[in-house]
């Protein structure tokens, strides 16, 4: 498995907070919540990427509640 590139926008810690039935899984390793996170990290870039430059240079609080929730629901379907 490739090395996963940092998340900004969320963490595995802030993911396992919001979500605490996640460390209950045992099957799930961070590092695979950090893969999560990265895949919904890149979709939210592509998104944004079109408007802004990416990485941003300011800490958005809406796009770590964002980037949270859609890794948590991710996680939830698989």
């Known amino acids: 498995m490739p090395a996963t590139a940092p998340v900004s926008y969320t963490s ?3 993911i ?3 979500f605490p039935a ?3 899984v045992t099957t799930l390793s961070s590092g695979v919540i950090a893969q999560f996170a990265g895949d919904v990290e890149a ?6 990427g079109k408007q802004y430059t990416i990485p941003l240079a300011a800490d958005c609080p809406l796009l770590t509640a964002i980037a949270t929730r859609e890794a948590i629901y991710a996680i939830a379907v698989q």
């Open 16 to 18: 396992g907070s919001a």
């Open 43 to 48: 979709r939210i870039n592509a998104i944004i």
């Open 12 to 14: 595995v810690t802030r």
């Open 22 to 24: 996640i460390n209950s």
